[in-house]
């Protein structure tokens, strides 16, 4: 079984440039979870995903992030403009449902912004 | 505020030796706890589980002991193993489905 897939690995832009990251998550995963990770920290959520419902979006900044889940599958997370503050790995997990405690996460991106 | 928290930045234990690996937490609503695993380069992996009924819950070479009273957990590895090395984070689940992670302990094991 595939795990949770995230592209890119890594990207490196400049400040006030947009930038997007995609998740698949694991099929049949009804939950999926973007996380912000800086350096010597746990992972943060950003936001959380119910299906195509985004059900806990309380710390995603709003004013510069976005992000979307069509169809209930697949995830995109954007940044635009980025700023110096967002370097950091993104990761994004999934979890079969709300009862579940286990969540299977991507290998992240990691992202540098200069 | 941090919810869950990990005081020990790093541990190095000897080889088949005991590693025990501490976490502190807040929040009297988590109804379970975690703890991660995570390789440079990777995502965290899910390394074993405790319901807050629970006092302990054992798999194989892990081990977890819950303290309610002291809202604090531990993780053992006995026998501890080089490719045990890596960083543990430890992280609870509230009943609306959020969690919290610690800042994790980097564990290495020296052959």
């Known amino acids: 079984e595939a795990g949770v897939v995230q592209s890119p690995r890594y990207k490196i832009i400049e400040k006030k440039q947009p930038v997007a990251f995609w998740c698949n998550p694991i099929?049949?995963?009804?939950?999926l979870y973007w996380y912000l990770q800086n350096l010597g920290q746990g992972p943060e959520l950003l936001i959380r995903?119910?299906?195509?419902?985004?059900?806990?979006d309380s710390q995603l900044p709003k004013d510069r992030f976005s992000a979307e889940r069509l169809k209930g599958v697949d995830s995109t997370l954007k940044i635009q403009p980025a700023e110096l503050g967002d370097s950091a790995v993104y990761l994004c997990?999934?979890?079969?449902?709300?009862?579940?405690?286990?969540?299977?996460f991507g290998p992240g991106t990691r992202l540098t912004v200069t | 505020d941090q919810q869950v928290k990990q005081n020990s930045p790093s541990l190095s234990v000897q080889e088949g030796r005991i590693s025990i690996l501490n976490c502190d937490y807040t929040?009297?609503?988590?109804?379970?706890f975690l703890w991660y695993k995570k390789y440079p380069a990777e995502g965290p992996t899910f390394l074993i589980s405790?319901?807050?009924?629970?006092d302990k819950n054992e798999d194989g070479r892990f081990t977890v002991f819950l303290n309610k009273s002291a809202k604090h957990l531990s993780l053992h590895i006995v026998p501890s193993q080089p490719g045990d090395s890596a960083v543990y984070f430890c992280?609870?689940?509230?009943?609306?489905?959020?969690?919290?992670f610690g800042t994790g302990t980097s564990l290495t094991v020296i052959p």
């Open positions: 997990a999934s979890s079969m449902g709300q009862s579940s405690y286990e969540q299977y």
């Open positions: 099929s049949g995963h009804n939950t």
């Open positions: 995903y119910e299906n195509e419902e985004a059900v806990d």
């Open positions: 929040n009297s609503m988590f109804d379970y």
């Open positions: 405790i319901s807050s009924i629970k």
């Open positions: 992280a609870g689940r509230n009943t609306g489905n959020q969690f919290y």
